[in-house]
């Protein structure tokens, strides 16, 4: 591993959670999801126009 990468967080007992805790997780989840697929789509976009200006 690396240095700078980030603690991995502690796993979670999900056995000690309700269900409305275990579906505001979810929520959580999905929320942190979309950003990180948003992130993905803005870093593709940008390697793509960097890869369409270096053919040129």
Request: charged share 40%; hydrophobic share 40%.
């Amino acid at each position: 591993m690396f240095e700078d990468d980030p603690p991995k967080p502690a796993a979670i007992d999900m056995e000690r959670l309700s269900v409305d805790e275990l579906k505001a997780r979810i929520e959580s989840l999905k929320s942190e999801i979309a950003a990180c697929e948003a992130e993905i789509e803005r870093k593709q976009a940008h390697k793509s126009a960097a890869d369409d200006f270096f053919k040129s």
